[in-house]
């Protein structure tokens, strides 16, 4: 069963860096959406696509947020000029449009640290 | 857009049965009712879903009165593994639709004690 994956699973970084994460879904499943959490608190809805086009986009995600889906398969989430507040773990979460319940399905999360 | 109320936390005890319940009194005819449990280090997983009346699977019950203004998640003979937190979403069944306007909330962490 290959689930949601998410690569890497930590990272830390220094303040200012740009960082990358990737997440590949369930391979049949054509949205995707990327959430953030913080300690104590739900996930946070940052952004989604379907196929490959990013449909949505929540104010959390700043300028320094960039979210790219090319093939319609796994996306890439980018952080630029990363600030200690971006310290959270990033979720990645896949489902299918045509099932009735469309239940999002969750990668582990990539935990990020800046410094 | 409806927001739910949960209880920030939850003890019971190895093989008692569990209600946690949710308000969420703005629901919209449109909306379904769906539960995730989240342990540590890990996304949520996907529980139970309905719209009215009692739905049951293996893992839990999910209650919703007629007026629908609020659900009940029934968890049976609960183990330590079910410590974790869990979390009420209200929002279309097309989801994605307003994918940014169902929101997770704090969630409702249940300790279970030996």
């Known amino acids: 069963d290959t689930g949601v994956s998410q690569d890497p699973r930590h990272k830390i970084t220094k303040r200012g860096q740009n960082v990358t994460f990737r997440c590949d879904p369930i391979?049949?499943?054509?949205?995707l959406y990327w959430y953030r959490q913080t300690l104590g608190q739900g996930p946070e809805f940052l952004t989604y696509?379907?196929?490959?086009?990013?449909?949505?986009k929540s104010r959390l995600l700043s300028d320094r947020f960039s979210a790219e889906r090319p093939k319609g398969s796994f996306s890439t989430l980018e952080i630029q000029r990363t600030e200690q507040g971006d310290s959270a773990m990033y979720l990645c979460?896949?489902?299918?449009?045509?099932?009735?319940?469309?239940?999002?399905?969750f990668g582990a999360g990539t935990r990020l640290s800046v410094l | 857009l409806a927001k739910t109320t949960q209880p920030i936390s939850m003890d019971s005890y190895e093989g008692q049965e569990v209600n946690i319940t949710c308000s969420h009194n703005?629901?919209?005819?449109?909306?379904?009712i769906t539960w995730y449990q989240q342990f540590p280090s890990q996304g949520p997983r996907f529980i139970i879903q309905?719209?009215?009346t009692k739905v049951t699977n293996e893992v839990a019950s999910l209650f919703i009165p007629a007026d629908r203004k609020s659900s009940t998640l029934s968890l049976p003979r609960v183990s330590l593994s079910d410590t974790a937190v869990y979390y009420c979403?209200?929002?279309?069944?097309?989801?994605?639709?307003?994918?940014?306007?169902?929101?997770f909330g704090d969630g409702t962490t249940l300790t279970v004690k030996p």
């Open positions: 309905g719209y009215k």
């Open positions: 979460a896949s489902s299918l449009s045509t099932l009735a319940k469309n239940i999002q399905y």
């Open positions: 696509f379907q196929n490959e086009a990013q449909l949505e």
């Open positions: 979403l209200v929002g279309d069944r097309d989801w994605d639709t307003n994918a940014g306007k169902s929101t």
């Open positions: 703005n629901i919209a005819t449109n909306d379904y």
């Open positions: 391979s049949e499943h054509n949205r």
